[in-house]
Every structure is written in C-alpha cells, then in structure tokens.
C-alpha cells in the first residue's frame, strides 16, 4: 500500500514538473516569435527606406499585410500561425527590398547613360566646330 502512494504522488510530480516545462517552451516559443515579428518591423522599415512604395509596393503590402497576421495571431496565442506569417512577412520585405534596390540602381544607370550621352555630343559639337 505504501508502494502505491509512493508510486502516485511520483507519478503527479512528474506530470506536474512535465506541465512546468512545457509551459516554459512555450513561452520562450512565444517570445522568438515576438522577437521574429521585431525583426521583420525593421525589414519592413529599412525596404520603405530604399523607397518599397514607389519601386515595390505590392510586395511591401503584402510583407505588412503578413505581419498584421502574424501580430494578431501571436495577440491569439497561437504561435506556430504567428511564426509562418512572420516568415511570410520576412519574404515579402526582402523582395520589396531586393526590387527596390535593384529598380534605384536600374535607374541611376540610365541617368548615367543619358549624361554619357550629353558628354559624347558635346564632344562631337565641338570637333565639329573645330573643323
């Protein structure tokens, strides 16, 4: 009979320590998916900053459309969701970032072509006056 007391009051500190650590995972869970959404604010922030709205702004609406939902699911406690739309998110702001550099840099060149271009007949002007 002690045995069996013995045995039960085992078994309940084990569930119960097992219940503890449990819910510490998921807290921490939690809070790597907070500190993930953090991540993708300043992601979202440094494509507005390379001008996302003018060069890419379908992929900067859908990179804070996704973090939206990933602020109310985490809000929701369901952190898995949280997490997939913060990735979402993080994707979509790379993408803008990426398309906005690359457009800037597209457009610095063909200044610098047109420029080139003014030089060149420049010159040809004045060879030709020359003659």
Not at 20 to 38: P, R, T, Y
Not at 65 to 71: G, I, M, N, Q
Not at 120 to 130: G, H, L, N
């Amino acid at each position: 009979m002690l045995k069996l007391k013995a045995k039960q009051r085992f078994l309940s500190a084990l569930i119960v320590v097992c219940f503890l650590i449990m819910s510490g995972c998921a807290g921490k869970g939690i809070e790597l998916v907070a500190q993930n959404i953090s991540n993708v604010e300043v992601m979202i922030n440094q494509a507005r900053q390379e001008q996302a709205e003018t060069y890419a702004p379908l992929e900067l609406k859908l990179a804070e459309e996704s973090l939206e939902e990933a602020k109310e699911a985490l809000k929701n406690k369901e952190p898995e969701i949280a997490n997939r739309k913060a990735e979402m998110a993080k994707e979509h702001a790379r993408v803008a970032d990426a398309r906005s550099r690359a457009e800037k840099a597209k457009k610095q060149t063909q200044n610098e072509e047109k420029n080139l271009n003014m030089l060149r007949d420049e010159i040809d002007r004045a060879q030709k006056v020359k003659e």
